[in-house]
């Protein structure tokens, strides 16, 4: 397809479990976002890839959650030790990068939701 | 930081009227771009219009416009002729004009319902 792709849809996990939810970028786009969304809220930034590298990771809510895009695609967003308030829907966008004083938009998928039980 | 403000949980609207969410944000920045995203159940955001900040023009994307007011730091957004595919929930959002700093800063979102 040509959107941001997200897989699981759906993850059920015990509290304590780690997980980890995939994006698939659109092809060539350059930046990778991975945002929170809680129940009933807007979403909130995590961290942001341009190609491989980690740019702000100021968003992530603790040492528990790690995002990597080794080969500046596929990106993986990894939770360890799952507790309940990490329950929430984990939004992915990527977007082009066409110049330092251009406008990106960012393309969303459509999430995972995170159950912990 | 910045921060995105909308006060309004709920909204409804006949089918074919017209309706207008609003959002305030704060920032101490003068470049920046302000954005409304739709989110259907389906949970997809879509970009519905943006606007960037120096521009004094408002945005309008056929239906959609915005009242874009800099120096009350308000962005409302405007529907016109509501249509039943409209129900979502609407996010405004905020992204630095500057390189590099494009993360998003969401409101809380308002739901709007379409009344047939």
């Known amino acids: 397809g040509a959107g941001v792709s997200q897989s699981p849809r759906y993850k059920v996990a015990k509290r304590g479990q780690d997980v980890a939810l995939r994006c698939d970028p659109i092809?060539?786009?350059?930046?990778l976002f991975w945002y929170q969304q809680a129940l009933g809220q807007g979403p909130e930034f995590l961290t942001y890839f341009q190609n491989e590298a980690q740019l702000d990771k100021s968003g992530l809510p603790s040492d528990r959650f790690f995002a990597e895009r080794p080969e500046g695609s596929v990106s993986t967003l990894k939770i360890q030790r799952t507790q309940q308030e990490d329950s929430a829907v984990y939004l992915c966008a990527s977007s082009l990068v066409r110049g330092t004083f251009s406008y990106n938009e960012q393309f969303f998928g459509p999430g995972t939701r995170l159950t912990v039980l | 930081a910045q921060t995105v403000t909308q006060s309004q949980p709920e909204m409804s609207v006949q089918e074919a009227e017209t309706v207008t969410l609003s959002c305030t944000y704060d920032?101490?920045?003068?470049?920046?771009?302000l954005f409304w995203y739709k989110q259907p159940p389906s949970r997809q955001m879509i970009l519905v219009i943006r606007q960037e900040a120096y521009k004094q023009q408002n945005a309008t994307e056929n239906r959609f416009s915005v009242n874009f007011q800099k120096a009350a730091k308000s962005f409302s957004l405007k529907i016109s002729d509501s249509q039943l595919g409209d129900a979502a929930m609407y996010f405004c959002a905020y992204r630095s004009g500057s390189f590099g700093n494009e993360k998003l800063t969401f409101g809380t979102g308002t739901r709007l319902t379409i009344i047939p």
């Open positions: 092809s060539g786009h350059v930046s």
């Open positions: 920032t101490s920045e003068s470049d920046y771009y």
